[in-house]
């Protein structure tokens, strides 16, 4: 978010002497959002890959023993890989929001155990983006707790790199915590200079309000702290 556009959010006109405050709390609130979300919202690193692959395995979830001078090639990325736990015991499985997905591997430390065929899985789109990927079949079927070390990489055009644009549910929740955070005085009800006495109102932060953390979970993938095991 740039000062233009928090000041077209929220009507404010930000003055002169204000513009660094504001500015910087702009960057905080980012950091804080993401945390909560597990994602960037930095559209130029929306693309960082995540893992790189060394090469697949030729058979097809061969755990315990990987025979690493028999690896095939590699697969080229497509838009960008990220990373998240996996367990065989899960139906469906929850990514950060994308548009479209062009790989689901099961994988570890840069070798892939098995790449699933777009039939042994099925997108679930909701609100207009993809958060969950279900798993039609058993993905990996090995006998040794070692499946259980795998983790799940998808490469997949995730949002948001620009186009579409953060969603306006999303920057107003971000324009609020900004200008909370920017005002020394947001929770201070009444005070006397004399003696300094003063008193708050409710100390509760923008982002923890109900109506925003709705929306903060609506996006928020799983590695972010607002996400929720959900039943589907």
């Known amino acids: 978010m740039t000062l233009n556009e928090y000041e077209t959010l929220t009507g404010i006109t930000v003055p002169a002497n204000r513009v660094d405050v504001v500015t910087a709390q702009i960057t905080r609130t980012q950091r804080i959002l993401e945390t909560m ?16 692959e060394i090469g697949k395995t030729a058979l097809e979830c061969p755990c315990p023993n990987i025979d690493v001078d028999d690896l095939e090639d590699p697969d080229a990325v497509v838009y960008a890989y990220r990373m998240y736990r996996y367990n065989l015991k899960d139906h469906f499985l929850v990514i950060d929001p994308c548009t479209d997905v062009h790989a689901v591997k099961l994988v570890k430390d840069g070798v892939t155990f098995r790449t699933l065929d777009p039939d042994e899985y099925r997108l679930q789109e909701r609100q207009g983006f993809i958060k969950y990927i279900e798993d039609c079949e ?3 079927f090995c006998a040794t707790a070692s499946c259980f070390c795998v983790q799940m990489a998808v490469d997949a055009d995730w949002l948001w790199d620009g186009s579409p644009a953060i969603p306006d549910d999303l920057n107003q929740v971000w324009a609020e915590m900004t200008t909370w955070y920017s005002d020394p005085n947001n929770n201070v009800r009444s005070q006397t200079l004399g003696t300094h006495n003063y008193s708050k109102w409710d100390d509760t932060r923008p982002e923890m309000e109900a109506h925003n953390k709705s929306v903060i979970k609506k996006y928020a993938g799983p590695n972010g702290s607002e996400f929720k095991t959900l039943t589907i």
């Open 37 to 52: 979300l597990g994602f960037t919202l930095t559209e130029a690193d929306a693309n960082d890959n995540e893992y790189t």
């Open 138 to 140: 058993d993905w990996c």
